[in-house]
């Protein structure tokens, strides 16, 4: 598959538990936030979002937390699968796509 | 499969170069952006169009260009090519012009100067 970045941090858990990937934003003003799970040789696929109004949102075994005040977003995935090894982004964004950015990733691999 | 089509999946040229890089976005989607992906720079925003006109833009160099067309579909054009500009390149669409409108991401051109 593709490389998407050699020397990304890498999380290594153990299939059926839970997984937390950690993502320090930049900018103080972005108001919404995106977790985007992206395979090896794919595009970027969204998995969950959240607006800066909101400090907890959750999805189909997945939880996004945000907190504002150290510019902090989590992403917990519940009983990790196979599946679920991939490089995941953050990304943030205020302002009808002003300052859009993406975070570095994380590779999350799922141990047998 | 997202919906969203790009052509060509690879691609490889020469310094100096111009190439085009298409994408045909989801039906019924009005909203196409473009990203490039590099080992050293990561994922980068560059443009954004909805319904033809540019709706946003990020880090696209003066060297770049986009367009949408008609028929919604959308070109990415890269000139005067240099070393750095070998990376991944995803287009992606969404129904609506706003950031917080979810996007799917088509299966990307990797550009390759040589």
């Known amino acids: 598959g593709e490389s998407v970045g050699l020397h990304l941090p890498t999380l290594s858990v153990q299939e059926g538990d839970n997984s937390i990937i950690n993502c320090a934003y930049s900018n103080s003003a972005s108001d919404y936030f995106i977790w985007y799970k992206q395979e090896s040789g794919k595009g970027p696929q969204f998995i969950i979002d959240?607006?800066?109004?909101?400090d907890k949102r959750q999805g189909q075994r997945v939880t996004v937390l945000l907190n504002k005040t150290v510019k902090h977003l989590s992403l917990q995935i519940a009983a990790t699968q196979p599946g679920d090894s991939a490089v995941y982004f953050c990304a943030e964004t205020s302002g009808y796509g002003q300052n859009f950015v993406f975070g570095p990733g994380t590779r999350l691999s799922v141990l047998p | 499969d997202s919906g969203v089509t790009q052509t060509p999946k690879h691609l490889i040229t020469a310094t100096g170069q111009r190439v085009t890089l298409r994408c045909s976005p989801r039906s019924g989607d009005l909203s196409v952006y473009w990203y490039q992906q590099s080992l050293d720079q990561g994922l980068q925003f560059l443009i954004q169009y909805y319904n033809g006109e540019e709706r946003a833009k990020g880090n696209i160099l003066e060297r770049f260009s986009a367009q949408q067309f008609p028929d919604l579909h959308s070109e990415l054009n890269l000139s005067s090519l240099e070393l750095g500009d070998s990376a991944l390149y995803f287009c992606a669409s969404s129904v609506r012009s706003g950031f917080t409108d979810t996007q799917y991401f088509g299966p990307g051109t990797r550009l390759t100067v040589l």
């Open positions: 959240i607006r800066s109004n909101m």
